[in-house]
């Protein structure tokens, strides 16, 4: 009987000093596969990081491609160091299979969630009235929308390590219940 596949999900806050130790430890271990917290439409430009391209060349092209979201800079902040380390983890492990997992919707309608949200408190700053109706309804969508792409983005992770005998994963501070949801799936998961 074959073994379940053995994920390990290293759970941290999105704060730059968290990715650097993410990164950090990343780079110390043996990888068969990685999973990153990315938009899967950054995937082919992780990879080409992991295969040595230069840092600043892919970057401009993810720009260029508008594959990051405004503004870049903040994005970056948090991104680069873990971006950075894949040319490195790339020669330790030659044999990386990289996945991206981020859902693409997600990750935009999030955005435009951030926007609407600074212009309703914008409204109620300059009205002195709040629409709770508008902040109840767009809080909602963007409730129901992250579990829906939590969901998405568990059944892809769970779909995908049943390739391999060991993924690593990196993800935000659900990474408990990422743990939860893919222990149902059959797959062994420990969180770091």
Same mark, same amino acid.
């Given at each position: 009987m074959q073994m379940p596949p053995e994920i390990f999900i290293l759970a941290f806050p999105k704060l730059r000093r968290s990715h650097i130790k993410a990164a950090q430890t990343m780079r110390k271990e043996e990888l068969e596969?990685?999973?990153?917290?990315?938009?899967?439409?950054?995937?082919?430009?992780?990879?080409?990081?992991?295969?040595g391209l230069d840092y600043s060349y892919v970057l401009a092209e993810m720009k260029k491609s508008k594959l990051i979201p405004e503004p870049t800079?903040?994005?970056e902040?948090?991104?680069?160091?873990?971006?950075?380390?894949?040319s490195q983890i790339g020669k330790k492990n030659p044999n990386l299979k990289i996945h991206c997992f981020g859902d693409p919707f997600y990750e935009s309608f999030s955005n435009e969630t951030a926007v609407k949200l600074m212009i309703l408190t914008f409204r109620a700053l300059v009205t002195k009235k709040v629409k709770i109706e508008e902040w109840k309804k767009t809080l909602l969508d963007e409730l129901n929308s992250n579990l829906e792409?939590?969901?998405?983005?568990?059944?892809?992770?769970? #779909?995908?390590? %049943? %390739?391999?005998?060991r993924a690593?994963?990196?993800?935000?501070? #659900?990474?408990?219940?990422? %743990?939860h949801r893919l222990s149902q799936k059959g797959m062994y998961t420990s969180l770091g």
């Open positions: 596969a990685l999973f990153l917290m990315f938009s899967r439409q950054l995937e082919e430009h992780v990879r080409m990081l992991a295969e800079g903040a994005w902040y948090y991104a680069e160091p873990i971006l950075k380390i894949m792409a939590f969901e998405e983005e568990a059944e892809f992770i769970a #779909d995908r390590t %049943k %390739k391999y005998q690593y994963c990196l993800y935000g501070l #659900d990474g408990q219940k990422l %743990k």
